[in-house]
């Protein structure tokens, strides 16, 4: 794919980001204000109706149902640390994960990201394409290269579903088929399962080969998007300098492999593959939130 380097400014002019970064300092699109789903959101008949035999616990979701199941899961982020109130890194996070999701071959997913008031560094996706990172993170980011890293990281565990089969695997039951086709006919014990197990994913981490997997997918894409190939690994050997014992990288060391073997596994990979590419580092954030100030 040929490589494209706009500037976020033209970006916004050539309207890729859509209408919904308005809603975002203070709820997400399809949330009520306190992040609770009021209507399109994923409704569970019965504890009953989730048990199903082995054969439909591989069946694909649908993407209206994988949405669905982000939707929730989304909602049990924000009921723990809700958004920042601040309406330009807001914005600005937004405009900037939506570039870089219209690079990969699910463009037209729902798309939204937000910033969590957290002093912590973490990110997080959830199926359906939102995705989360806490201002802690964001924070230490030195350019608007490592950041994209950081999206495209998370973006690419959406594009491999890595959550919704995470669920499927983990629970032993069919997520989709017997509980998604009973929507509108919700039972709060059913509802409340799943959420459990959203909330047992998101403590424990994912498997580390969908780490490495998102790790790699995340360099591409943020090459694609014009940026420096490099901004990821650069996070990563921040993330080794830390102290592990650090209440602030506490969850991100417990749920991800370590960064060292991370970045291994990148520097095998990329070696002198992107060496040719002139990608962007972009402004210092400062500068850019500035601009969305405006």
Known sequence: MRLMKRTLA????????????????????????????????????????????????????????????????????????????DPALQRYVNTLGRWLASQTERPDLPWTFGVLDDPGFNAFATPGGYIFVTRGLVQRMHSEAELAGVLAHEIGHVLKKHHLRAVQKNAGFALVGDVLAATGKGNAEARNALINIGKKLYASGLDKDDEFEADRLGVVIAARAGYDAFGLPSVLQMLQRQNSGDSDFTLMFKTHPSPGTRVEMLDRLMKDRFDSLKGIDGPALSARLNEFKK
């Open 10 to 85: 033209a970006i916004l002019i050539a309207g890729t980001c859509g209408t919904a970064l308005a809603q975002l300092p203070f709820s997400l699109p399809g949330f009520g204000k306190g992040g609770g789903d009021k209507g399109g959101g994923l409704n569970l008949n019965s504890v009953g109706n989730i048990v199903s035999n082995v054969g439909k616990a591989t069946k694909e979701a649908t993407e209206p149902e994988e949405i669905g199941i982000g939707k929730e899961f989304a909602a049990t982020l924000l009921g723990a640390k809700p958004l920042a109130n």
